[in-house]
């Protein structure tokens, strides 16, 4: 729809009450063509009638100034004709010339309705002329022809009927009136249907119109008004109410001038008044129509294609802060709009055409102070019938608040992600109908090496074919539709090969639907270190269980052997004494098993010093050479900066270590392939050492044994280090070699790690702690087997082990006493404590345990030398007995060589 300007609008409307102050044809015509010249579209206007043009407005719009000529023929060309008529009379016609029919049309029916209420005052006034005329003629008529006085009221009558006037004459003298027969007709009556008197007449005025009325009639004859004119409702035969125009004068006067007939029409202006209501009504709305404009909250302005601004509402005006006269003198283009928006807004405007006549877009204003204010402007444009664009409306509303609540939704909502972002684990949420996913935080999208938005969860997360069967989306919502809370879960992933714990449950998304949000938390590292852990628990209860299964062993093997040996110091038969001599070999093998239970229990006995461990290996390779198969290829891997790599070790278990795991190596291979020893320097940090290891950062000495053999799996990897355990056949070992081996590490402070894959063979690296240079000293080697006839008390609460000791120590010249009971022999110690030399005591023992005993026997005699054996204890080991004040320590089975060297030791004062 076309839109209309307000201004002209208003103009033509305001013409037609100015039309009734006209007094001729051409004054009328003078109006009306000022007016519809200033119409849009309007170039030409003339009143004409069929002879002559009467008036004329000039050219406009850039063209001639002069007048055009109008050829004044009723069939002017390229005009519009509107016709100056009611529905009795014609007085001419409009010759209107537009050049745009779309442009003029909505202000046509405004037009035709003032040029309709212009030729109905011209027949008023043409009827009033009419009717003056009459009136003279009449009183012409009486005074000189009262013969013609019939033929009079014939053509009164016709001329009454025609102007639908009614006659009407009051002797107010004599208070009758007289009403023509027209006067009656024109009401419905019928002719004298009411008496003819100034009463009857009141009655039938519509009471709201009879004061006024009634009080003009009195005014006039009273000389107040010059004139009559009154407008009044008239009650009809048939109960409604009919407009009338009464206009009348005072007709004779009495010798003071006092008025005695008043005399006058009643005209039916009812059809005037049907058009006048309905052109108030047509007024009344657009007059509301502007009003609402006017007074909008919502900014309103119209425009054109160059920039300029034809009008604009007060709210338009109280957005920028320009008057509304410095709009109409501003170009928005220029003005308005900030450079930044001018190319986004031409493209938005290039989108409008005839079949689309509006868009909507956002841009900004700058305001008279300088201020932006950020707008959403809807835009109408009108075109002509080229397609081009004539003018606009826009409809602007400020989105000040709108924008700020957007940026600071954004702000939170970057706040968030950015939270999210920096969390370390793994957030996600997903539709729980489509297993879509709707957000991955980038802790995620690292873990999974893509953002995977959109997806399906199952397929991307699992790499499963169907909704997997663990999934908690049914967990999460109860029957009645409510989020039911958290649900915590575990599991591996396939996809990233971590282990995770889960933290699902459902929320309200964007769009009010309930999803799943899951937060992940990688547990790998605790899952590593908890295996670790309960592998360090599990090898430290064994290794309990390992020494008090020593302490035992050992006493039987203490027993076995001092009858042994004691059965060697009688016998002269050499058969018996090689039978024995095997007997004694398999003590020393069931002992070193003994050795290794103790040593990864952890508390064997240890001679550790500074060393090369450079030379350990070349030593251990001179002895593996000469017992290895002839298929299998040793190799030796020597990192330059190894010579001066120092370690505080026990020789012997180093090289049991490398005894170990080359055997195991060489078996792995099935005695044929290549077999690589390598030594190193390294830097282990922190997170290098698996939680059952107390090695701390720093540098190390790396060992490694590496094979081509069959490897192993994940599984069997994990338990190689398990006392006991072998893969085997039962007669090839017995699964003690690799715990050993760790037992040792253990005990120096080392890490030891595994590296293998079926078909890949194995790599065993073991890491000691390396130590600052120190000078390192050959110890020197003592075989003597000293013997001595000296005192000394020996307590074991074994019967067997107690006479063994007092049997072979006798043998070798000592002169011995046994007991059993710790109590009892500290009881004969305390009566004669000069009868004896030295103190030999087991540790472990009923009443008084070795340790006990020799610190009560200290309080008798300080300077005793003594001597405590274990098979194993947790309580006593060689430095605990040194710290105690013991003369030396000794691990059972007692070695009769050594426990002879280890007496002499002590009773000549030499520091053991």
């Known amino acids: 729809m076309t839109s209309i300007d307000l201004t002209v609008l208003g103009r033509i409307l305001s013409l037609q009450s100015a039309l009734h102050a006209a007094v001729s044809k051409k004054q009328l015509g003078e109006l009306i063509c000022s007016a519809v010249i200033a119409v849009p579209g309007v170039t030409f206007v003339a009143l004409c009638d069929e002879e002559k043009c009467i008036v004329q407005a000039g050219v406009k719009e850039g063209l001639s100034q002069q007048l055009k000529n109008c050829n004044c023929s009723i069939d002017c060309q390229d005009s519009l004709k509107i016709s100056l008529q009611t529905a009795n009379s014609t007085f001419g016609f409009f010759c209107i010339e537009v050049s745009d029919e779309n442009i003029f049309a909505p202000y046509r029916p405004h037009i035709e309705n003032t040029i309709n209420i212009a030729a109905l005052i011209l027949e008023n006034k043409q009827q009033a002329e009419e009717l003056s005329c009459i009136n003279k003629n009449l009183e012409a008529q009486v005074t000189s022809r009262m013969e013609a006085l019939k033929i009079s009221e014939q053509r009164l009558s016709l001329a009454l009927k025609a102007a639908k006037c009614g006659l009407w004459d009051w002797d107010i003298e004599h208070d009758t009136v007289f009403f023509s027969e027209d006067y009656f007709k024109m009401a419905g009556y019928e002719t004298d249907a009411f008496p003819q008197n100034f009463q009857e007449w009141k009655k039938r005025v519509h009471p709201d119109d009879i004061a006024l009325t009634e009080g003009d009639i009195e005014k006039y004859l009273a000389g107040e008004i010059d004139e009559f004119s009154v407008e009044f409702r008239f009650k009809t035969a048939h109960g409604d109410w009919l407009w009338v125009l009464s206009q009348a004068e005072i007709t004779e006067r009495g010798e003071d001038g006092s008025p005695l007939r008043f005399s006058g029409l009643h005209i039916d202006i009812g059809e005037r008044k049907k058009v006048e209501a309905k052109l108030k009504s047509v007024t009344n709305r657009e007059t509301e129509m502007a009003d609402i404009v006017r007074k909008a909250p919502i900014a309103i302005a119209y425009g054109y294609p160059d920039g300029t601004l034809s009008n604009c509402n007060s709210a338009f005006s109280n957005l920028t802060q320009y008057s509304v006269a410095e709009l109409q003198n501003i170009n928005w283009n220029e003005v308005l709009t900030p450079a930044k928006w001018k190319i986004a807004e031409e493209e938005s405007l290039a989108k409008l055409c005839p079949d689309n006549r509006s868009v909507t877009y956002e841009k900004e204003y700058i305001c008279k102070d300088g201020i932006v204010v950020p ?81 399906c969860c199952w ?64 547990i790998s590292d605790v899952r590593m270190m908890e295996a670790q852990l309960s592998q360090k628990h599990k090898m430290e209860a064994v290794g309990y269980m390992a020494g008090g299964m020593a302490h035992n062993f050992n006493n039987n093997l203490s027993i076995i052997l001092g009858n042994i040996e004691l059965s060697q110091f009688r016998s002269k038969d050499s058969n018996v004494l090689e039978l024995l001599e095997n007997a004694k070999t398999a003590v020393y093998r069931s002992r070193d098993l003994i050795k290794q239970i103790i040593t990864y229990s952890r508390k064997g006995e240890q001679n550790k010093s500074p060393m090369q461990l450079l030379d350990i290996i070349d030593e251990t390779i001179g002895l593996l050479l000469s017992t290895l198969p002839a298929t299998i290829n040793l190799k030796k891997t020597i990192s330059p900066d190894c010579d001066a790599g120092v370690i505080n070790a026990d020789a012997s278990q180093i090289q049991e270590i490398l005894v170990n795991l080359c055997n195991n190596a060489v078996q792995a291979m099935d005695e044929k392939g290549e077999l690589l020893i390598s030594l190193g320097p390294v830097s282990l940090s922190q997170a290098d050492i698996p939680a059952q290891y107390n090695g701390a950062p720093g540098k190390y000495a790396k060992l490694s044994v590496k094979d081509d053999g069959c490897g192993m799996t994940e599984a069997v990897a994990g338990k190689v280090f398990d006392p006991f355990f072998t893969t085997k056949e039962e007669h090839e070992g017995a699964g003690m070699g690799l715990a050993t081996v760790q037992g040792i590490v253990v005990q120096h402070n080392g890490v030891i790690k595994v590296d293998s894959a079926p078909g890949q063979g194995a790599e065993f690296s073991v890491y000691f702690p390396i130590i600052d240079d120190v000078a390192i000293e050959d110890a020197p080697i003592n075989t003597d087997m000293p013997k001595g006839a000296e005192k000394i008390l020996f307590v074991d609460d074994d019967p067997m082990l107690a006479n063994l000791g007092e049997q072979l120590l006798t043998a070798n010249g000592y002169q011995v006493k046994a007991m059993t009971d710790s109590q009892e022999a500290f009881k004969l110690f305390s009566a004669n404590s000069n009868r004896f030399d030295l103190l030999i005591t087991d540790q472990t023992m009923p009443g ?65």
């Open 459 to 522: 397929r991307v997360f699992r790499n499963e074919e169907n909704p997997c069967d663990h999934c908690t989306n049914p967990l999460l919502i109860d029957d009645d539709g409510q989020a039911t809370g958290v649900h915590v879960w575990s599991s591996h992933n396939p996809i990233t090969d971590k282990y995770y714990i889960n933290h699902d449950r459902a929320i309200e998304w964007v769009d009010n639907k309930l999803v799943r949000l899951q937060i992940s938390t990688d």
């Open 375 to 455: 707008i959403e402007l809807t835009v109408t444009a009108k075109f002509d019938q080229g397609g081009n664009v004539i003018n606009y409306i826009g409809f602007i509303t400020d989105i000040t608040e709108r924008k700020q609540a957007e940026q600071k939704s954004n702000d939170y909502q970057q706040k968030l992600i950015t939270i999210l972002n920096s969390i370390d684990a793994n957030v996600y949420v997903v539709d729980m109908d489509s297993y879509e996913i709707l957000f991955m935080n980038n802790n995620m999208i690292q873990d999974f090496g893509a953002d995977l938005t959109g997806k």
């Open 848 to 912: 008084l345990s070795g340790q006990e005993l020799i610190d009560k026997v200290k309080l008798v005699s300080p300077d005793l030398p003594t001597i405590i054996c274990t098979g194993f204890s947790s309580k006593m080991d060689e430095n605990i007995a040194k710290a105690a004040g013991i003369s030396a320590f000794c691990m059972k089975p007692l070695d009769l060589p050594e426990l002879l060297r280890t007496i002499r030791q002590v009773l000549d004062g030499v520091a053991k």
